[in-house]
């Protein structure tokens, strides 16, 4: 599987037209497999790989050639999308808006991670750019949560007695959701950054990435700032600060997450422990609560020896 990941990512940075295609045909797919596929499970998860392969391929340009070269794949990308959602379903501005909401992050924190050479550093950019969205959220669209509760209600219609707790649990559901949804958005984009350094690293022959993401480190300031909020938040309960502590305790779970590479990487039994610790932490939100909190208290413990350095500098 890595074995062709990185044969298609090799492909890809030979030039602008193979950038361009390659890209522009994993984002139509992503975009028109659902809808071909009747929209099952097997084809949202077809589709969502293709996006996550598109999008970590741009962001594996703009590391190793720079954002100019990065914007070509993704103007023929988003052109290709617009006429082909204009031929198909009449939505020619559906080209736009992907360009917008998905490759602008990753162009912007792609050059950030390009540009500063610190993973630590491109994570508290994209919590800053969280943070924004965040804000536009509550300002702009304060009215986004009710309106998705009054279109549930009127989809789900009457209900008799023995389901009104049924309802309660999917409008509460719902409502984590909606406080929820710019720290998935986080999340997905941080995974995309780190699949491209993945790949520019393993091309390269190097093992820098591996050693970045073990040594990971958000700083003692970053995790004052996250306790902060998410103590603000259990207390005030205000929807936009519940919001900023979710999008903090997915930023501290990265680090968390690097400790336990860290400490099981050189074990013998490292993939089965790895395994069973990625089954808990999709499973299980206490996992990553937990995991966030060792990233938070390592800043001051260190649980690892020591941070260590990539090993190849020019690699960015």
Known sequence: M????????????????????????LAVLAVFIPPMAGNSMFGVVVASLCMLLSCSL???VILTHG???G?????????GITLVAWALIDAPELGFWTG??????????????RSTRSLPLTLLAGTALGAIAIAMQYLFWGSIQSEMINQAML????????????VQRNLQVL????????????????LILMVARWMQASLAGSNGFREEFYGLALGKSASLVALLIVGLSVWLEQPWLVSLAFLAVIAFMFQGIAIVHSRFGARRQARLLL???????????????LTSLTGVIDNWLVFRNKSVKPDNENEL
């Not at 914007?71 to 988003?78: C, F, G, Q, T």
């Not at 917008?100 to 991670?113: E, F, T």
């Not at 409502?175 to 941080?190: K, W």
């Open 67 to 69: 954002s100019i070269s």
């Open 58 to 60: 741009v962001g594996l």
């Open 100 to 113: 917008v909401v998905q490759w602008l992050p990753i162009i912007l924190l792609a050059q950030a991670l």
């Open 71 to 79: 914007l070509k794949a993704i103007a023929v990308s988003m052109l």
């Open 275 to 289: 395994g069973v610790f990625y089954m808990l932490l999709l499973v299980f939100p206490q996992v990553v609560a």
């Open 175 to 190: 409502q984590l959701f909606v406080l929820a949804m710019v720290a998935m958005v986080y999340l997905y984009i941080m």
């Open 2 to 25: 890595s074995v062709s990941l990185l044969a298609l990512a090799r492909y890809t940075l030979k030039g602008p037209y193979q950038a361009a295609a390659v890209v522009g045909l």
């Open 155 to 166: 989809r789900m219609g009457d209900v008799g007695q023995q389901e009104q707790e049924l």
